[in-house]
C-alpha cells in the first residue's frame, strides 16, 4: 500500500522498509475528525478503507474542498512548515482504516530524500492557496477542482514595502491577489498631489478594472509594508470566470463597487410634484429622447455621481443624510441609471462578456421571441411639420368651442350608429364582400387619425414628438408616436395624451356613422357603418389596459405606479411561490397580483383567438395558390408559431426583473 502511494514512490530499500514498519492503524467511525483545522500536526495519514470529506472554514460556514479515496495521503501540510497547523478538518464519511506516520518519521525521511520534501510542499502550496481562495476572495464560488486549478495558475510575487505595484495610466495585463500584507489605492488630485482612496489587506483583489474594461489603470496601487502576492494573468481570470456564472457575478460586483460613475453630458433635469406631494425630477436625454424618472433620494445620488463618489462613498453620504445603509438601493439606482444611458460606467469587454455573461440558448430564444413580437421602426424629425399643422389650424379644435364641437360630433355620431344598425344590417346583404375593399383603407385612416390624436394632444401642452413609425407589438401591426417627453408633465395632462388616441377614433366613427346614416347609395352606407363598427371596436381595444395600449397608460398614471406590468408579472413569476407562504406579503402585493393574473388570463385567450382567426384569414388566402391540406397545414403552422411566440415573451416577462427607476 505505502509503495502505491505517489508521495513515497522515489522511496526504495530500507528506508521503505523503515517508514512501513513505524506505520501503525487508526480506525474511525462515520462522523469522527481525523484531524481538525487549527489544532497543532502530530501525524499525517494514508486512507486505506473507506471516505472522507475535506473541509475548512469561512465566513460563511464550513465549506467541503474535497473527498478522499483509499491511497490518499492527507496531514503532511501542517508537518511541512511552521507553526505545524492543520489547515482544515477531515472527517469520515464511512468506516475508515488509515495508516497513521508520526512527525518524527517524516522529518527523518525528509532528510534522507529532500526532492520528497519539494514534491510535497509544492503540492501542499497548490492547496494552501487553493483554501485560501475559497476563505477570502471573489474566486470563493469556484468548486475543489476549479480552486486547485486556479491555484496552479497563479505566480507567486513578493514586493517590499514602498514598491508601485501598478500604476495609473499603464495597461494591465495582471491582477492581484493580497495573500499578505497592506497595500494602499492611490488617485491622483493633481500633478504633484495624491490622494489615499483605500487600503486592503490579505484577500483583497486589485487591479482587475483594466482586465475587464481594457481601459488603462484608474489608480496606483502601493504596499505599505512587505507582502506576498499572487499574480493572475488575464487569459487565466477569463478561463476562471467561464468555470462558474459566480465568479464572474462577484467579479462584476467588485468593479462596480470600486467604480466611480459619472453623469451623462446634455442631460437635461425638471422638477415635479407629483399629486401626493412627492418631489421627483425627470432627466432628459435630448439626444436619444430618453427620460429617467428619480425621487428624492435618487436625486441625492444623482447629484453625487460626478466621478469622484465611489459606491462606498456614496453610501456613507446617504447614512449621514437619510440615517439609512442602502448600498444595495444605491448600486441599483447606479445600475438603473447606466441602464437607460444616464450614467458613464466602463463597459465591460466583449470577450469579458463571451466568458461569464453568455445566456444560455433558452434565455436567448426568449429575447428573440420578444424581438420577433414588439419591434419598431421609427422615423425621426418629425417635432417640426406636426408644430406648423398645430399652429396652421389644428389648434382651433383644442379650444373650448372647437371640444364642445367635438363632444357633439362624438355623441351626434354613437345615436346614429345606433339608429342605423337595422338599415346597415339589409345594406351589409347587399354588399356582400365588397366592403372589405373599403375597410382596408379606411382602417390604415383610423390608425393615421388614432396617432394624430396622440401627436397634437402633445404639442396642445407644449412638449415634443421627436419621432413617429411603425412596428408590430403582440398579435397585430401598429403604428405609434414618441409620446415620451409628457414625462416632464403632470399625471393629467399624460393621461389627456393617452385617451386622445380612443377619443379620436370615437369621433372617426361618429362621423362614419352620421354618413351611413344620411347617403343615399346602400353599399356606400353599409360599408361607413361597418368601418364605424370597426372603429368602436378599435377605441374598445386601446382602452384594454392588459395589453401596453392607451388604457394601460392611462392606468399606470392613474395609479402612479410606472412600469406596471412588467413589475407586476416579474413578481409573480420571481416572489409568489414565496409569498403564499406569507399571507401579508399578497395583502401588500394585491395589485401586481390582480393585474398580473388578469394579464395572464387576457393573453392566453388572446392566443386562442388569434389561432382561430390567424387560421381561417390565412387559410382562406393561401387556398389561392396551394392545394386546400397543404393550405390548411401552413395555415395552422403561421398561427402556432405567432402563439408559440406569444408563450415565450411571456415567460420571459415572468422571468424578467422589473425596470429600475431609482431608490
Sequence with gaps: MLVEAPAFASIRGHVLDHVASCLSEERFDPGDRLVVEGDVGDRLYLLVEGRAEVSITTPAGPVTMATLAPGELFGEMALLDLPHRRQATVTALTPLLALALPARVFDAVLSSY????????????????????????PFSP???????GLA????????????????????????????????????????????????????????????????PRNATVRALEPCQLLVLRRKDLLETMSLDRKVAVQMVQLLRLRDRPRRAAHVVVEHRATDDGEDIRILKDPQRFAYYRLSAHGWFIWQRLDGRHSLRD??????????????????????????????????LRADVVRAGFRAPWWARALMLSRRLLEWRLALPGVDAPLTRLYSGGVRMLYTFPGLVALGGLGLAGLLAFVAGTARAGLALGEAGGASLLFLIPAYVLAICVHEAGHAFTVKA?????????????????????DTTDMWLAGRWPRIAVSLAGPYSNLLLAGLAALGAWLVPDQGLAASLWQFSLVSYLMVLLNLNPLLEYDGYYVLMDA????NLRPNALSWIGRSLPSALRQPGEIASHWLELTYGIASLLYAALMAVLVTVLYRLYLQSWIEQALPGEVSSALAWVLAGTLVILSALVVVSELRGTASPEGV
Design 114 to 137: 529532500p526532492d520528497l520534501g519539494g514534491a510535497l510542499s509544492a503540492v501542499a502550496e497548490d492547496t494552501a492557496i487553493a483554501n485560501f481562495l475559497k476563505r477570502a476572495s
Design 142 to 148: 469556484l468548486d475543489p477542482v476549479g480552486l486547485r
Design 152 to 215: 496552479k495558475r497563479l505566480e507567486r510575487k513578493d514586493v517590499p514595502a514602498g514598491a508601485a505595484i501598478v500604476r495609473r495610466g499603464e495597461p494591465g495585463e495582471s491582477c492581484y491577489l493580497l495573500r499578505s500584507g497592506r497595500v494602499e489605492v492611490l488617485a491622483e488630485e493633481d500633478e504633484t498631489q495624491e490622494r489615499c482612496l483605500t487600503t486592503l489587506g490579505p484577500g483583497a483583489l486589485f487591479g482587475e478594472a483594466a482586465l475587464l474594461t481594457g481601459a
Design 314 to 347: 456614496l453610501t456613507m453620504d446617504y447614512l449621514t443624510a437619510f440615517k439609512s445603509l442602502a448600498p444595495q438601493a444605491i448600486a441599483e439606482t447606479i445600475g438603473g441609471l447606466a441602464a437607460a444611458g444616464f450614467v458613464t460606467c466602463p463597459a
Design 461 to 481: 401642452f407644449g412638449r415634443e414628438v421627436p419621432r413617429a413609425g411603425i412596428g408590430w407589438y403582440w398579435f397585430g401591426p401598429v403604428a405609434f408616436v
Design 559 to 562: 395609479l402612479d405606479r410606472p
